[in-house]
């Protein structure tokens, strides 16, 4: 089994979606499908009734603040229903509206504070915020429950991050960036999961438009660079899925 601990099934066009879930099912991918915002969960939550394999789970995105309610209690019962948190996180990098940054963090705290009363994991985005989203989950005490989604800033913050026993997801520029194999090398085994986020991610890095099937290139990567065969890669993931999924 593999299992994409990142993704959003949404960004695929509809017309699509038939074989994006046999792609899905023929290769044994478990999905964890992220949502961007309440809409996207909606889609998300309509995908898991016709392919089993995707797991939705609920977020409210930095780039998707504006679209959020003033009382963010009302997400509390998707908060309950999703088996984990995301996607969720701060973005000072892509997001060019410095005004946003300020309630991307009050949003940002919101969900993690809800992932320690409902003890769930949080998958999360770090994009250029690296440290204070170190800092904010440090306070809640919160950092063993939490996926750092595609890492890419400095190597000091990666550090502590690890020391923290954070999980990593690594993504589909592991074939082509040095930068996020040499993170592949420094995350322990039993922290690292894999996963494509969406079709167009892969579309960034190299130009092809992904299917879930990337994931076993992403796989393969890892497997290389970290020098571990995928059966014990596969093992690891599994383990990680039991205790970040299935718990
Ligand atoms: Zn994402």
């Excluded at 046999?22 to 309509?46: G, H, Q, R, T, W």
């Excluded at 789970?57 to 963010?72: A, Y």
């Excluded at 769930?120 to 800092?135: C, P, Q, R, S, W």
């Excluded at 991050?161 to 995350?187: G, H, P, R, W």
């Amino acid at each position: 089994m593999y299992i994409d601990f990142h993704t959003h099934i949404d960004f695929y066009k509809d017309e699509e979606l038939p074989l994006v879930y046999d792609d899905i099912n023929k290769n044994n991918i478990k999905v964890i499908s992220c949502a961007m915002d309440e809409k996207s969960y909606k889609k998300n939550l309509e995908f898991a009734k016709v392919c089993d394999n995707i797991i939705p789970t609920f977020g409210i995105h930095p780039w998707k603040i504006t679209e959020v309610v003033n009382n963010l209690d009302t997400y509390d019962d998707y908060i309950k229903n999703s088996k984990i948190i995301g996607e969720v996180g701060l973005d000072f990098h892509w997001v060019e509206d410095k005004s946003t940054f300020k309630p991307q963090v009050g949003i940002f705290k919101h969900f993690v504070k809800k992932a320690k009363a409902y003890d769930k994991f949080l998958n999360i985005h770090t994009k250029g915020a690296e440290e204070l989203v170190y800092d904010i989950l440090d306070k809640e005490n919160m950092l063993e429950k939490s996926i750092i989604h595609w890492y890419s800033g400095d190597f000091y913050t990666l550090r502590k991050f690890i020391d923290a026993n954070c999980y990593f997801t690594l993504s589909v520029d592991i074939n082509s960036s040095l930068k996020s194999q040499e993170i592949a090398t420094m995350i322990p085994i039993n922290r690292i999961l894999a996963e494509t986020d969406g079709p167009t991610a892969l579309e960034w890095i190299n130009g092809v438009y992904g299917m879930p099937r990337e994931i076993i290139n992403v796989y393969k990567g890892i497997s290389h660079f970290k020098n571990i065969s995928m059966d014990e890669l596969k093992y690891h993931t599994t383990e990680g899925y039991k205790n970040i999924i299935l718990k």
